[in-house]
């Protein structure tokens, strides 16, 4: 009896995993291409491999190509799901090896309500929940975009992305106490409410549109002195004195020029208008605002984080620049199970992946310093010729020269 109930406890630990996906090679008897652009040319494909740089080239995921192209794929887990009272786990793994600078790297959790559309899988089609990396120019963020009856609430937080061209491992946690957690390559890089980071419900108070600010109540935070008198010889400095560095023009003559006055420049002593000086009101109260009240609109949810019929997983992308692999796609209920399948999986390979790609770069650097210093050296060849080329006209200017001062002489 002891072992059974040991038993149970272990499975109930374990959780469960609800979808997992490691690109295998029949991963096209399991995913779908949606036929939404496919007419119009404008639908991508999707390539299995392991990129340009990795830690076993059997390790494929599927890449987007080619540029400028919708990428869209689904696949089915196994029944629809409710996380109601357990955690939610989504998680997977992105490498932009194209270096990307405009395109789309998340994931979408899709409600089994939405199968009729599924077959052309495009972003009009209602999902749950879309996470991942989305780029273009200076937007780099981590969409965290939850649908909350109808709507779809983006994160009001920012959360940056990793830019490299490695394979990254982003995942979000959504627990049933409403709160949250958005991890990148298991380190936290958000975490909080529901509630505070997305704008599922009405304010729970707003201000009262009945109040009115008193009649006697003053803003006002500083105000004129009124002990401050202005002095008696303000008014009689003028805004402008005749130029005493000025002198009359020698050629001028009174009877038809007129008389000879001196040009206006500014006054220095002159202080403009006057006014009392500035000080602290005793009677400020501040900039007044209405009282909080309970807003009549506000409706608490302590369901927010729940989904009741989770189905499908789809990618639904624009990229300029293809190129993005997408693997090893993990949903769970159990924070445990996704840490373990993300340190067998990424953890597991990184070192060399990154080992792989840095051979790389120096290869490429080393090409590129090869190819700079092979154009120097033709550049300072086609100089040197130049140079060979103006002294051979010079040596021919000379003599032609010479041959004429010859003929001079003789004549």
């Known amino acids: 009896m002891r072992l059974s109930i040991a038993l149970c406890l272990v499975g109930l630990a374990a959780g469960t995993v609800l979808f997992e996906e490691k690109f295998n090679d029949d991963w096209t008897q399991r995913w779908k291409i949606s036929d939404w652009k496919k007419d119009s040319g404008e639908q991508g494909e999707w390539l299995h491999t392991a990129g340009k740089w990795y830690a076993d080239e ?11 192209r919708f990428h869209n794929a689904w696949t089915a887990m196994d029944s629809a799901f409710s996380n109601e009272g357990k955690d939610l786990v989504l998680q997977f793994q992105v490498k932009h090896e194209q270096n990307l600078d405009c395109g789309g790297g998340y994931l979408k959790l899709i409600p089994a309500s939405s199968e009729s559309q599924m077959p052309s899988f495009n972003g009009e089609v209602p999902y749950s929940i879309m996470f991942g990396p989305d780029v ?6 981590v969409h965290v975009i939850f649908t909350y009856k109808g709507e779809n609430l983006l994160i009001k937080k920012t959360i940056a992305p990793n830019m490299d061209q490695l394979s990254h491992v982003y995942t979000l946690i959504v627990k049933p106490d409403n709160t949250y957690q958005v991890l990148i390559d298991g380190e936290e890089k958000a975490a909080g409410s529901l509630y505070d980071d997305w704008d599922f419900l009405k304010p729970r108070t707003i201000k009262d549109p009945e109040a009115s600010k008193p009649d006697d109540w003053d803003e006002r935070k500083m105000i004129p002195d009124p002990e401050d008198v202005k002095p008696e010889d303000w008014d009689s400095i003028p805004e402008t004195i005749p130029d005493p560095e000025a002198s009359k023009p020698d050629d001028w003559d009174d009877e038809d020029d007129g008389e000879w006055e001196a040009p206006m420049i500014s006054n220095p002593d002159y202080k403009g208008e006057w006014h009392p000086k500035m000080i602290d009101n005793p009677d400020y109260k501040g900039i007044w605002e209405a009282d909080d009240i309970p807003n009549p609109e506000f409706e608490d949810d302590p369901l927010l984080y729940k989904y009741d019929d989770l189905k499908y997983v789809g990618f639904e992308l624009w990229q300029v620049k293809s190129g993005t692999i997408f693997d090893n796609i993990f949903v769970s209920d159990s924070v445990e199970e996704a840490e373990t399948f993300r340190d067998e999986t990424w953890g597991a390979l990184k070192e060399a992946e990154k080992a792989m790609f840095d051979k790389a770069e120096e290869e490429r ?3 590129e310093e090869a190819a700079r210093a092979a154009a120097e050296a033709e550049k ?5 010729d130049e140079d060979d080329e103006y002294e051979e006209e010079d040596e021919e200017d000379e003599e032609d020269e010479y041959d004429v001062d010859d003929g001079h002489d003789e004549l």
Do not use: L, N, V
């Open 58 to 68: 059997a390790d494929k995921g599927i890449q987007t190509s080619p540029d400028a």
């Open 136 to 141: 273009c120019g200076s937007t780099k963020r």
């Open 365 to 367: 650097k080393a090409e």
């Open 380 to 384: 300072g060849e086609m100089e040197d």
